[in-house]
T-cell receptor, first 112, second 112 residues
Framework: NAGVTQTPKFQVLKTGQSMTLQCAQD?????MYWYRQDPGMGLRLIYY???????DKGEVPNGYNVSRLNKREFSLRLESAAPSQTSVYFC???????????FGQGTRLTVV | AQSVTQLGSHVSVSEGALVLLRCNYS??????LFWYVQYPNQGLQLLLK??????LVKGINGFEAEFKKSETSFHLTKPSAHMSDAAEYFC??????????FGTGTQLKVEL
């Protein structure tokens, strides 16, 4: 089982460039999430999607957009990358409200 | 709104000693609580979870946690630390909705 798959694993961007982080899950989960992880700050929620066709802001949505393309896929877009967006990004999915989240392996993004 | 506080960003124990990692939550509704572990350069893996029922929860690798409503706590323990337990540990909570909130993490170091 693949679980949650994120692409790419590593990326270096120049300030002002745009890119899309891809996430796909094969567990038929309804809810999907994007987090960023920074040293000393834990995981902070950027956006989440409770179900196909819906998206909601998390704690740190500024500078990001998301698309829930279908039930399997949830992408995160940086329209104009900034050095402050250098981070490790994790995608996760959940079956229902009380269930645990399953995580991808992360995307390490550096903005120079 | 819910929040999760992990006391101690770094904890160091000797091999064979008790591991105690602290987590307190703030939630306006009965919480569902989780502990995750992250090894270097990997995603997050579920250790254990509390949803309803028994307040003492057993997880993988000999870890357990006790939900104490009166103390709003969900501390993680292991009777005897092993070198392989060295990792970062995250406490997370959801109030039954779709948003899953994480603490800032505790780095566990195990010394010989």
């Amino acid at each position: 089982n693949a679980g949650v798959t994120q692409t790419p694993k590593f990326q270096v961007l120049k300030t002002g460039q745009s890119m899309t982080l891809q996430c796909a899950q094969d567990m038929n989960h309804n809810s999907m999430y994007w987090y960023r992880q920074d040293p000393g700050m834990g995981l902070r929620l950027i956006y989440y999607s409770a179900s196909e066709g819906t998206t909601d802001k998390g704690e740190v949505p500024n500078g990001y957009n998301v698309s829930r393309l279908n039930k399997r896929e949830f992408s995160l877009r940086l329209e104009s990358a900034a050095p402050s967006q250098t981070s490790v990004y994790f995608c996760a999915s959940r079956e229902y409200r009380v269930a645990e989240a399953f995580f991808g392996q992360g995307t390490r993004l550096t903005v120079v | 709104a819910q929040s999760v506080t992990q006391l101690g960003s770094h904890v160091s124990v000797s091999e064979g000693a008790l591991v105690l990692l602290r987590c307190n939550y703030s939630s306006s509704v009965p919480p569902y609580l989780f502990w995750y572990v992250q090894y270097p350069n990997q995603g997050l893996q579920l250790l254990l979870k509390y949803t309803t029922g028994a307040t003492l929860v057993k997880g993988i690798n000999g870890f357990e946690a006790e939900f104490k409503k009166s103390e709003t706590s969900f501390h993680l323990t292991k009777p005897s630390a092993h070198m392989s337990d060295a990792a970062e540990y995250f406490c997370a909570a959801t109030g039954g909705g779709n948003k899953l909130t994480f603490g800032t993490g505790t780095q566990l170091k195990v010394e010989l």
